[in-house]
């Protein structure tokens, strides 16, 4: 079993800034990747950001130079720094990660439950 927490969404004013973390726990060997997505009302899910090997990361065109990516191998936690926030941020934000099971040796992908980021005056 793997649990996957996110926390740290909340309501920002425009221009402000959030951080949101994730942790990883369970029966957990390694993590290959870790990355955040968000999905809107009405949208798709998309990627917003992630990182590999806990070193190359990768970000959506909407948000770079502005969003950055994190994460501390040794505790399979992930951050999102998030600045200059904007309306269209608004979303909720899920964390997944890439496991190998301690257990199974086999990989499966694990979804949060979601945090949820609003960017309003």
């Known amino acids: 079993q793997v649990q996957v927490v996110e926390s740290g969404g909340g309501l920002v004013q425009p221009g402000g800034s959030l951080r949101l973390s994730c942790v990883a726990s369970g029966s957990i060997f390694s993590i290959s990747v870790m990355g955040w997505y968000r999905q809107a009302p009405g949208k798709q899910r998309e990627l917003v950001a992630a990182?590999?090997?806990?070193?190359?990361?990768n970000y959506a065109d909407s948000v770079k130079g502005r969003f950055t990516i994190s994460g501390d191998n040794a505790k399979n936690t992930v951050y999102l720094q998030m600045n200059n926030l904007k309306p269209e941020d608004t979303a909720a934000y899920y964390c997944?990660?890439?496991?190998?099971?301690?257990?199974?040796?086999?990989?499966?992908?694990?979804w949060g439950q979601g945090t949820q980021v609003t960017v309003s005056s």
């Open positions: 990182i590999t090997g806990g070193v190359s990361t």
């Open positions: 997944y990660a890439d496991v190998k099971g301690s257990r199974t040796g086999t990989r499966y992908g694990y």
